[in-house]
């Protein structure tokens, strides 16, 4: 079983509508709790940082940490054909001075015009 | 800053030639990472770098891979002899301190082992 599990997908959804992703993992030392957006033939860039657990917003997006259940969560409101990319959920235990990330597989999200 | 250079950006080779990909870090950043993506596997860490020193190489797949980081601003990831399964988008990434959240990426190599 992978550390990371994350539905790949594709999902398409329409223009306007509340877009939901989520990630489920099983190590209970990571702390720090990230999303990165790729978009086709680039590199992944940081979305969303969050330490522990709670809710984190920025504009459209808002990222969602629950650790007794081991479940992320990234929304996105409003949705736009720009945000079509492929989403990466990422996480890291920082103990032991451990830099690791370990990423999820991505999903793929297509937002229609 | 130009952000993470990589080079070359597309390479086509055959089994058994040496790669040699390139990358240049953004300046003032102290960490460096190499990932290796595939669609069946994801994004992979295969090793990453402190002030040029390699901290930790666990994912570097098979003694075929090596990697070297002679200076602040260059690192290099070599395959050698290349097998078809090598076959990927390699990735580098860096960051300043021990902030995992500043990592950023470059635009990657993609790599096909005919």
């Known amino acids: 079983q992978k550390e990371v599990e994350q539905d790949p997908g594709p999902l398409s959804v329409p223009e306007g509508a509340i877009v939901s992703l989520n990630c489920t993992y099983s190590n209970s030392a990571f702390q720090y709790f990230m999303w990165y957006r790729q978009y086709s033939r680039k590199g992944p860039e940081l979305l969303m940082y969050?330490?522990?657990?709670g809710n984190k917003e920025d504009g459209r997006f808002t990222a969602q940490v629950d650790k007794s259940s081991k479940y992320i969560s990234l929304f996105i409101r409003d949705s736009q054909p720009s945000d079509s990319a492929t989403y990466l959920c990422?996480?890291?235990?920082?103990?032991?001075?451990?830099?690791?990330?370990?990423f999820g597989t991505g999903t793929r999200l297509t937002i229609i015009p | 800053d130009a952000g993470v250079i990589q080079s070359p950006r597309h390479e086509v080779t055959e089994m058994g030639q040496e790669v040699t990909l390139r990358c240049k870090p953004i300046?003032?950043?102290?960490?460096l990472f190499w990932y290796r993506q595939t669609m069946m596997r994801g994004l992979e860490l295969l090793i990453y770098f402190n002030n040029n020193v390699p901290i930790d190489d666990s994912g570097m797949p098979e003694d075929r891979f090596s990697a070297k980081m002679p200076n602040a601003s260059f690192s290099t990831l070599k395959i050698q002899p290349s097998e078809p399964r090598d076959s990927a988008v390699y990735f580098c990434a860096s960051s300043f301190g021990r902030l995992q959240e500043t990592q950023y990426f470059g635009p990657g190599t993609r790599l096909l082992v005919l």
């Open positions: 969050t330490y522990s657990s």
């Open positions: 990422a996480m890291s235990d920082p103990s032991g001075g451990n830099e690791k990330l370990t």
């Open positions: 300046s003032g950043h102290d960490y």
